[in-house]
């Protein structure tokens, strides 16, 4: 089982940038699909990015088409959102997971904490 510790999250203003950044505990991660999912208050948990494992394939959801990218360093077992343009609706706890085949959807197996990403306007 690994272990996905996120972080990177915080108060941005809108239009602000944050990249979060997430470490898998095993050097299997570069096997692994790896997604960004968020969690606003008071909606479901929801599909923000995901990435294969050698990175040659991925896929956003609508909403951060053009603002939000994906990338993996497999060599430091950390998978990387960068967010431009940020906008109060990207507001929301933000989870990283992995998995071993790139689907979609994506069907995560391992799960990070979360950090908080609070962009006011």
């Known amino acids: 089982q690994v272990q996905l510790v996120e972080s990177g999250g915080g108060l941005v203003q809108a239009g602000g940038s944050l990249r979060l950044s997430c470490v898998a505990s095993n050097s299997a991660f570069s096997t692994y699909a790896m997604g960004w999912f968020r969690q606003a208050p008071g909606k479901e948990r929801e599909f923000v990015a995901g990435?294969?494992?050698?990175?040659?394939?991925?896929d956003y959801v609508d909403a951060v088409k053009g603002r939000f990218t994906i990338s993996r360093d497999n060599a430091k077992n950390t998978v990387y959102l960068q967010m431009n343009s940020l906008k109060p609706e990207d507001t929301a706890v933000y989870y990283c997971?992995?998995?071993?085949?790139?689907?979609?959807?994506?069907?995560?197996?391992?799960w990070g904490q979360g950090t908080q990403v609070t962009v006011s306007s």
């Open positions: 997971g992995s998995t071993y085949y790139y689907t979609k959807p994506l069907r995560v197996n391992s």
């Open positions: 990435i294969s494992w050698s990175g040659g394939i991925t």
